[in-house]
Structures are given as structure tokens and as C-alpha cells.
């Protein structure tokens, strides 16, 4: 019983991790288009298309853009502002495009 | 006439730079399937997707983990032997994808 509640909380806890919010990303993402696309397609081949790209991943790349694991100007200043929920919305709401 | 000559000239430097070979690319891309998917669709979520990634791109991040610009242990090791013909090729395979 007590190996049963605890897969439940973990399964729990790493749902909530997972889970963003798409219509908040979506909100949010007004400024990633100007390089990433409206539709997280790029219409410039030096950035990379967002649509369709897994969530974790994009979660973990703007988390290391953040604590300056991964160096790039223009994303430093793009990801200051955004807490972990907005990550999390993010990547949701591109993982949801097509 | 010197002008277009030498727009001439550019543009069939900008096209060498970026034209990989698809089928050299795929034929180098058995070990980056254990990772990113044998048609460039990760079933990890930790990594990135690459199919219907702009090349451009694919090639800039290979070359910025092989000169450790970016940094990440697994890709370090696996670009190390890339020239940067292979990485074009590759990079050239995985847009080629859906």
C-alpha cells in the first residue's frame, strides 16, 4: 500500500513538471515569433523551428539559456524575464503545433 | 557587369557553404538515431526532435559542441570526429525529413 501512494505521488510530481499550460505559452510567446516563427516555423534557417519539438526539451534549453549553461545573446535577454511556468507554457505550446 | 559577376560569385559561395549531401548524411546517422529517432523523431523527450530542422542550424550547434562553445558530454563525444562536410551532410539529411 504505502509502495502504491508513493508511485502515485511521483507519478503526480512528474506530471505537474510536465505539464504547461498552452493557451498561457501562447500568450507568451508573441515575442519568441519574431525569430521562431508564428507558427514556430522559421523563416530565418539560422533559428531553429519550435513546432512540434518536445516540451522537456525545450524546458531544459531555456532553463540553461537562463543560468548561462547554454550562451547565446539574444536568448539571455529573451528568457530573464520568464519564471519556470512560463518555460513550462512555452514548451507546451509549441510542442502542441504542428 | 563587375557587379554581377561578383554576385555571381557569392551566390555560389553561399549555396557550397550550405548544400550538404542527403544520402552521405543519412548514411553517417545510424549512431545520432539512438538519441534523435531513426526518422529524426526523438522518443525521448529529453532530446530534441531534428527532422524538418533547418539545416543551417543543425550545422551551427554541431559545430558549437565540437568547439565546446555549447556544451553537453554526450555530443562532445559524438562530434568529435565529424568534419564539417559530414556535419553539413547531416545536417542536409535531417531537414530532408518530415
Redesign the interface.
Known amino acids: 500500500m504505502r509502495t502504491i501512494l508513493f508511485a502515485a505521488a511521483l507519478s503526480a510530481l512528474s506530471f505537474g513538471a510536465q505539464a504547461g499550460d498552452v493557451a498561457a505559452g501562447k500568450a507568451k510567446a508573441g515575442v519568441c515569433a519574431g525569430c521562431h516563427g508564428v507558427n514556430g516555423i522559421?523563416s530565418v534557417?539560422?533559428?531553429?523551428?519550435l513546432a512540434?519539438?518536445?516540451?522537456?526539451?525545450i524546458v531544459?534549453q531555456l532553463k540553461a539559456f537562463k543560468s548561462g549553461?547554454?550562451?547565446d545573446p539574444v536568448m539571455a535577454g529573451m528568457v530573464a524575464p520568464l519564471s519556470d511556468a512560463d518555460m513550462e507554457n512555452l514548451a507546451a505550446y509549441y510542442e502542441s503545433l504542428k
Do not use: C, L, T, V
Not at 45 to 49: A, C, E, I, Q, S
Open positions: 522559421s534557417p539560422m533559428y531553429p523551428n512540434g519539438q518536445h516540451a522537456q526539451y531544459k549553461e547554454r550562451k
